[in-house]
């Protein structure tokens, strides 16, 4: 059984201000064409981010395009390499184009890896990766996202579209999740 922690590990006001710095952060950098967002889990931060970054971006913004695709990775409890399913890739034009990949978070950094090498090998001409929440401790594969949000230790979160076993993904908090006996 879990339960949440009793008050919010990154409130709703902390996030908000950091999504807008952030945005400030990769428009001052990198002029992407499009932004690409993995969906379950980071639908919640796209929504916000890509307002923050039209609001950053000015004129530029205009041409920005934004598009989802479905990463999911099944892990195997005998290996450390999470097997990454990804759907909905084939419906967007690649080629030649600047990405900025947007997850909810880099835990192993399996999802976050495999994502940058699909899009390098379906001819993406530049891909830059940004999460919204990092943990640094539980790496298992070489992979630094170029934008986070915040640094994370260690520890399960849900909300602000994480979810466990698809639930608490609507809490516009982050929460951290703890195993009760
Ligand atoms: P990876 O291990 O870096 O490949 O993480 C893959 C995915 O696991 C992320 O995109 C999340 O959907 C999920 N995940 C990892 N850590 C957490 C967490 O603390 N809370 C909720 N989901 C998580
Ligand atoms: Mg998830």
Excluded at 104 to 128: F, H, M, P, W
Excluded at 162 to 177: G, H, Q, V
Aim: net charge negative; with cysteine; glycine share 6%.
């Amino acid at each position: 059984m879990y339960k949440m922690s009793a008050k919010p590990l990154i409130e709703a006001n902390e996030i908000r201000k950091r999504v807008a710095t952030l945005a400030r952060e990769i428009a001052d950098v990198y002029d992407y064409d499009i932004l690409l967002s993995a969906l379950t889990g980071a639908y919640m931060f796209t929504a916000d981010l890509s307002r923050e970054l039209a609001v950053a971006q000015g004129e530029k913004a205009y041409q920005k395009t934004i598009a989802f695709i479905k990463a999911s990775s099944y892990g195997n409890s005998t290996t450390s390499s999470g097997q990454l399913q990804v759907r909905g890739l084939e419906k967007i034009d690649i080629k030649g184009k600047k990405i900025l990949m947007v997850d909810d978070i880099a835990d192993t950094g399996t999802t976050l890896l495999g994502l940058v090498n699909l899009l390098k090998e379906s001819g993406a001409q530049e891909v830059r990766t940004c999460v919204l929440l990092n943990k640094q401790e539980r790496r298992e594969v070489e992979i630094t996202a170029d934008f986070v949000g915040f640094e994370i230790a260690n520890e399960f979160v849900v909300g602000y579209g994480l979810d466990y076993a698809e639930n608490y993904r609507s809490l516009p908090e982050i929460w951290t999740l703890q195993e009760t006996d």
